[in-house]
């Protein structure tokens, strides 16, 4: 792809054009395109980009996943997934399914197309 997103501690997601200069720099940096702030408590751990672009999900150590809008920067959905911090997220290919992986020992998936707060499936006793 043409763009390269990146999460930190500093609890931002970027999204850079690494093939484009950033002219106010004075060196040959990516192209920062958008910032997304605001949602994280703490460092972002993991972002997964949906296959259309339109929307990723973030997770972190506020053992929070968020669902953006890229376009907007905007949170489409809240999901308090787990008990410890989570540091793995996956879009499925047609992005009606998030996965979380967490330090909590668990793996949980998420319908995206209903409201339901619970997940769909639950793995446990990972180590």
Known sequence: GNYCMTCSDDR???????????????ESSALLIKSYEGAHGYAVLDVSIAKDKSKFASCGEDRTCYIWDVASAQTIRRIQAHNHKI?????????????????????????MRTSNRDPIQIMSDFK
């Open 87 to 111: 540091n793995a997220v996956q879009l499925n290919k047609d992005s009606t399914v998030v996965i979380t992986a967490s330090y909590d020992q668990t793996v949980k998936c998420w319908d």
């Open 12 to 26: 931002t997601i970027k999204l850079f054009n690494p093939h484009r200069s950033d002219p106010s720099s004075g």
